[in-house]
């Protein structure tokens, strides 16, 4: 099981960080993503860090804002959130890679519950 927590209300220009951590597993071992769902919208991949370390973007909706990092020591991943902007406001998941695309929701196996990120204008 997967927990996700950091998401909140900020204005335009704001920044927030995300966090994933499991529960009763290692992270360092594994591939990581993070994606989104807006209302009335498909989930949408937003980055990704595999088990090596290599990141990954969604670059058209990121735009350089973004970060994902892991930190082994606590067992977390991270998602730093920049330069927020309306079309931001989704809900985040986190999600354990397990094979394939890491663009694609199915290459997933455990994912979290989400945490709402909402950013007014």
């Known amino acids: 099981q997967l927990q996700a927590s950091g998401g909140g209300l900020v204005q335009t220009g704001g920044s927030l960080s995300l966090s994933c951590a499991p529960s009763?597993?290692?992270?360092?071992?594994?591939?990581v993503g993070w994606f989104r769902q807006a209302p009335g919208k498909e989930r949408e991949f937003v980055a990704a860090?595999?088990?090596?370390?290599?990141?990954?973007y969604n670059a058209d909706s990121v735009k350089g804002r973004f970060t994902i990092a892991r930190d082994n020591a606590k067992n977390t991943v991270f998602l730093h959130l920049n330069s927020l902007e309306p079309e931001d406001t989704a809900v985040y998941y986190c999600?354990?890679?397990?094979?394939?695309?890491?663009?694609?929701?199915?290459?997933?196996?455990?994912w979290g519950q989400g945490t709402l990120v909402t950013v007014s204008s």
């Open positions: 860090i595999s088990e090596s370390d290599g990141v990954m």
């Open positions: 009763g597993r290692t992270f360092s071992t594994y591939g």
């Open positions: 999600a354990r890679y397990s094979t394939g695309s890491y663009y694609y929701p199915r290459s997933y196996d455990y």
